[in-house]
């Protein structure tokens, strides 16, 4: 095969096209043969609306994983009349390839790139390999939405629900269980267990899906008097302990889940009923924090915490790095400053009347979301910039 082979190149003028889905089936068409054929694509980007910055361009791999997402944005750009052509790039590295793990480091990426073009074809290469083996189940069965827990009471809930989901065959670290439907738009639960490490692998994988939304609906410490085991939280902000990200993304930059996104979270709480609190998730990488109190009490005070969890914060970090819009939606499991820890007598109970009211009030959040915006939720406070100021060209 050479790069100029004419099967494996497609063009589509949005300024001059009837009709659309066939169009862009063509496009992601003709990507999906370039990776049979062992090379990577290159998507180009024509927008005559933009002054400034009207060339758009990147490379892709695995273009199956993301089919939906391509199909969903390409049809977008074609109907704001923008002319796209996709074409080879370059044969497709092996894994054992040593140039292959050098196009890996993400110092060299430009954090400015559309959110279509922030991953590189070798990350994607990786993380649809990675995806496979951390969760047991195929990237491509991955839904838009994404949600996470640390519990294995939340996969109980979701398979009671969804008895015929797809599930792992065999054991894994993170297995993923996946409520598919035929636009894609369905809910993946993955269970990362315990730990800020877990999250990050979790997360750095399925962002490459570029999925609409990545929600926590993990347990944690309570840290206010008026909380009783079983009351929800909803992050409005982090307080980042978990020091896994912390040399990508500096402490200094704030993270915040998305506004929609908690708002339908809110609502979905009030319309069950439920006794929640909003406020600050304090995240440490300290399991037995309590052993060592000095340092991390006085950060919870000083941050006005109402929570502690192992995850929340690294999750939120990644999205806002990777731009997916995220939310935290955690349950007191127990109060440790209140002399009431997780015991199991206690914890079996706890998990039993709680598990399906938790995963419910998640669902309905993300039903708000699949109704109301079909294309993706705002994500203005996580959208790169590039304004002149900051040493990119403006977009008009």
Excluded at 13 to 31: C, F, I, K, N, Q
Excluded at 169 to 198: C, F, K, W
Excluded at 286 to 302: D, G, I, S, V
Aim: aromatic share 8%; charged share 25%; proline share 6%.
């Amino acid at each position: 095969m050479t790069a100029t082979h004419p099967q494996t190149t497609a063009s589509a003028d949005g300024a001059t096209l009837d009709e659309y889905d066939g169009a862009v089936t063509h496009l992601v068409d003709t990507l999906a043969a370039i990776d049979d054929d062992g090379w990577y694509s290159t998507i180009e980007v024509v927008r005559p609306w933009s002054s400034v910055n009207p060339r758009l361009t990147g490379e892709f791999s695995r273009t199956t994983a993301i089919r939906r997402y391509l199909c969903r944005e390409l049809a977008a750009l074609l109907r704001a009349g923008a002319r796209i052509t996709v074409r080879p790039a370059r044969p497709a590295l092996a894994f054992d390839d040593p140039a292959f793990f050098d196009a890996l480091d993400e110092d060299r990426v430009d954090a400015r790139s559309k959110k279509l073009f922030l991953f590189g074809p070798e990350r994607m290469q990786l993380s649809v390999d990675r995806l496979g083996h951390y969760t047991g189940t195929s990237a491509e069965a991955f839904q838009r939405h994404v949600l996470f827990t640390n519990y294995a009471m939340h996969v109980e809930a979701f398979l009671e629900r969804w008895p015929d989901a797809i599930r792992p065959d065999h054991d894994v670290q993170m297995p993923a269980y996946h409520h598919t439907r035929p636009e894609g738009d369905g809910v993946s639960l993955v269970n990362i267990g315990v730990g800020p490490a877990n999250a990050k692998t979790a997360t750095d994988h399925v962002s490459v899906l570029r999925p609409d939304t990545m929600i926590m609906i993990g347990h944690c410490g309570g840290l206010r008097n008026h909380q009783q085991k079983g009351d929800f939280v909803l992050a409005t902000g982090y307080q980042r302990f978990d020091h896994v990200l912390d040399e990508v993304l500096p402490l200094n930059v704030p993270v915040i889940p998305n506004h929609r996104l908690n708002t339908f979270l809110l609502e979905a709480l009030e319309d069950a009923g439920a006794e929640y609190r909003i406020g600050t998730v304090h995240t440490t990488d300290n399991r037995n924090w309590e052993l060592n109190q000095k340092l991390t009490l006085a950060a919870m005070q000083a941050s006005r915490s109402v929570a502690v969890d192992m995850e929340s914060a690294t999750i939120a970090a990644n999205g806002f790095r990777y731009r997916v819009p995220n939310a935290t939606l955690l349950c007191v499991s127990d109060k440790p400053l209140h002399g009431s820890p997780k015991l199991s007598v206690d914890a079996q109970s706890f998990y039993e009347t709680s598990k399906r009211q938790h995963l419910g009030i998640a669902l309905a959040a993300l039903d708000r979301v699949r109704r109301e915006h079909p294309g993706g939720l705002p994500g203005q406070e996580i959208r790169s910039v590039d304004e002149p100021l900051f040493g990119g060209p403006s977009d008009a």
